[in-house]
């Protein structure tokens, strides 16, 4: 017997569902009361509204509205919950990977089925349709914010068992895989990039940063903390991330 949707989306999905805090809408006087401006993205039967500060291109607000299946509203809540503070250009690089990651329990299992890809792409097409709009609005490359500080730290399992008898090639496949699928995509939502350069006998991970990170002041604070805790996690409590500058 086939599963419903409802029975193959993860816990989180099923939470987000029950408890949908991004719908509804945002009409020219409101967006007019607060100096912002109102932004629209249409696909088929959804619109996405964000109030966008037009001095810095920062999605203050974003709602939506929507009639199909529950995976559309759903994909739609949580892409207003990843754009919200925002700017439009960062809100441009939203995956369907990242909006699935979001409210995934375990790293290897989609939170949507697959079937459900359909839906995840009409909100990235209603997103592109809304980032037409703000191409006018100039936005600082330089974000005070890095979506990895979004990330449920605490909910990551424990590292590795037998990491430190691993060979050196064998840990840097590891790491490397880590960092592909769970820092990459957040680090290049803000124009970024990183690179492994070494793995060190103490437990030293040598980093470079590329992109819009080699000149962010969270690339040495509060995003180079985030890499760490999840490696730590994820690969092994012994390791520290160390940048190269």
């Not at 892409?79 to 503070?85: D, G, K, P, Q, S």
């Not at 699935?100 to 997103?127: G, M, S, W, Y």
Request: with cysteine.
């Amino acid at each position: 017997m086939k599963l419903s949707y409802w029975e193959q989306f993860s816990k989180k999905l099923q939470a987000k569902i029950d408890h949908f805090t991004c719908v509804g809408y945002f009409a020219a006087a409101e967006a007019e009361s607060k100096q912002m401006r109102l932004v629209t993205g249409r696909e088929g039967n959804l619109c996405l509204y964000w109030l966008i500060d037009e001095t810095d291109g920062v999605i203050a607000d974003a709602k939506f509205q929507a009639i199909g299946p529950i995976a559309l509203l759903a994909a739609a809540e949580i892409a207003c919950e990843l754009c919200l503070r925002k700017n439009y250009d960062q809100a441009s690089r939203l995956s369907a990977e990242l909006i699935d990651r979001h409210v995934r329990e375990r790293k290897d299992i989609p939170a949507f089925p697959k079937e459900c890809a359909p839906f995840l792409n009409q909100v990235l097409t209603a997103i592109d349709q809304a980032v037409h709009q703000c191409v006018d609005i100039p936005y600082s490359a330089q974000y005070d914010q890095t979506p990895l500080e979004d990330l449920d730290l605490d909910a990551l399992p424990n590292g590795i068992e037998g990491w430190e008898t691993l060979p050196p090639d064998k840990k840097m496949q590891i790491v490397e895989s880590v960092v592909d699928k769970e820092i990459r995509p957040y680090i290049e939502l803000d124009a970024g990039g990183i690179q492994i350069l070494d793995i060190r006998d103490t437990g030293e991970v040598r980093i470079s940063y590329q992109g819009s990170c080699t000149t962010c002041h969270s690339s040495t604070g509060s995003t180079l903390s985030a890499i760490q805790q999840i490696l730590k996690a994820r690969v092994h409590p012994s390791l520290t991330v160390v940048p190269e500058l």
